[in-house]
């Protein structure tokens, strides 16, 4: 028996194929426009991208305000300005810390005293400028208040060689040298701070590392200009000039390594110097500076010839598995970051723990509790061994007073303070450098070892002049 007839199937069949149509059009419809929105967009994009910069300004070998570059580069300076930031990471960074503004000081904030924090240091530097002020190191947009306003300038008269790396110090060095760096250099660095300080305006600028006419990263510093010579002259390569020679990605560390170095005033005329003519390590510019005689002050308390470490984030990085790899300073401290079609070199310059997405996350693809658990971990641990080494430190600068009280002369106790201007300074390098170890783990628990070694075998030496048991 047939089915019954059902005269609206076509009607029914006929409204289905319309509504496939309309939705099929309405489908075609929104693809052509989203197409359409992202092919004006890759256009926009392309055209942003060919002009990664506005000349607004022009820009000369003069041009010293930031501020002015910051016309034509305004992402770039509006990162500049953020280095005023004081955040504080587990082993590093300051806080900021009210101050009241004096006549010598007008400072409102200031950073937390290291000395404060390990009274330890002012035996450490017993006699020396830094038993009086040190701090902790706040941003870029503080360098050069900082060091005008510490209380070490109350205490020692610096000479304007401090100048390099606190200020912006090209177009001075120029004008001092009437167009010729060197020269300029050699002038600013025998004059008192004070006067020095009375040539320039800013903290460290753009001028300071890129050419104004190209925006190619240069070296503006003299003497890392000198040092890089004469380490490369120990390795072989005669005549380097660093401004010809380097790679691009060697520049993105070298621009920093500028001022982030270990180095030595050198003679009358204070002329910066940078001891890297037999390596980098510690033990080569220790045995640099045992040929050259080199002491930076008599130790209060024990009467030996020691050394203050600066800052030598450039050489231990140098000993790392960072730099082994390729990777730049730059690459962690100010690394790339898209905003829109351009990709620009972050200049809020900081921690990369504090930007771990980009500064970390871009190489090694784990989460950020891990990465930052990761550093934590080298951290506590180089610090740990630090305070070991400052331990073994007291324990020989103490052994020496006592000696000294006992009426032993000074070359009776020569051997045990050598050990002393060893141990020191191997602990003051990891000390001073800012990376609590991070730069280079394993170098940096070396240095420490070393360090508590010189510690114990100073006080050895002591036991046999005092008719002591070892």
């Known amino acids: 028996m047939s089915e019954p007839k059902n005269e609206n199937q076509p009607t029914i069949r006929n409204w289905s194929t319309r509504r496939f149509v309309l939705l099929t059009a309405l489908i075609a419809t929104v693809g052509a426009l989203a197409a359409a929105a992202l092919l004006v967009n890759i256009f926009e994009r392309k055209q942003e991208a060919k002009n990664p910069f506005y000349r607004v300004v022009e820009l000369n070998e003069d041009t010293e305000d930031p501020e002015i570059w910051g016309k034509n580069f305004p992402l770039q300076y509006d990162g500049y300005k953020r280095t005023v930031d004081q955040t504080r990471t587990h082993f590093g960074g300051s806080e900021a ?36 002020d040190f701090r902790e190191e706040r941003g870029h947009a503080f360098m050069l208040d900082d ?184 690459d962690c401290h100010m690394p790339y970051k898209r905003v829109g079609a351009l990709k620009i070199s972050d200049h809020h310059v900081r921690s990369p723990l504090l930007n771990i997405s980009l500064a970390c996350q871009t190489c090694h693809k784990w989460p950020e509790e891990e990465l930052k658990a990761r550093v934590d971990i080298i951290q506590e641990r180089t610090y740990k061994l630090r305070n070991l080494a400052m331990d073994a430190l007291m324990d020989l600068i103490n052994d020496l007073k006592t000696a000294k009280a006992a009426g032993k002369a000074d070359a009776e106790l020569a051997n045990a303070q050598d050990f002393q201007r060893r141990a020191q300074f191997y602990l003051d390098f990891v000390e001073a450098e800012n990376s609590t170890g991070f730069h280079a783990p394993q170098e940096a628990a070396r240095i420490l070892g070393e360090s508590i070694d010189f510690s114990r075998r100073g006080q050895n030496a002591l036991r046999a002049v005092l008719g002591r048991p070892k």
């Open 97 to 132: 810390l009210p101050h009241t503004p004096t006549e010598a000081d007008p400072r409102s904030i200031v950073a937390q005293s290291k000395l404060e924090a390990d009274p330890r240091l002012k035996t450490m530097w017993a006699g020396y400028a830094f038993a009086k």
């Open 147 to 330: 060091q005008t306003f510490t209380e070490r300038q109350q205490v020692v008269k610096q000479p304007g060689t401090c100048m390099q790396c606190h200020a912006s110090i090209y177009v001075a060095y120029k004008k001092l040298g009437n167009g010729d760096l060197t020269k300029g250099f050699e002038q600013m660095n025998q004059m008192p701070y004070t006067e020095a300080r009375k040539l320039v305006s800013h903290p460290v600028a753009c001028i300071d590392c890129h050419d104004p006419s190209t925006m190619q990263l240069r070296i503006t510093r003299p003497a890392f200009m000198e040092g890089m010579q004469a380490l490369k002259a120990s390795q072989g390569v005669q005549n380097y000039d660093v401004n010809k020679m380097a790679t691009r990605q060697e520049m993105r560390s070298y621009v920093c390594g500028q001022c982030h170095v270990e180095y030595y005033f050198k003679g009358a005329e204070k002329r910066l110097v940078y001891p890297w003519a037999k390596g980098l390590k510690v033990d080569d510019i220790m045995a640099y500076y045992d040929e050259v005689k080199q002491k930076d002050w008599t130790h209060a308390d024990t009467g030996a010839p020691v050394l203050k470490a600066q800052h030598p984030e450039f050489e231990m990085w140098n000993q790392g598995i960072h730099a082994r790899s390729g990777v730049a300073c730059a």
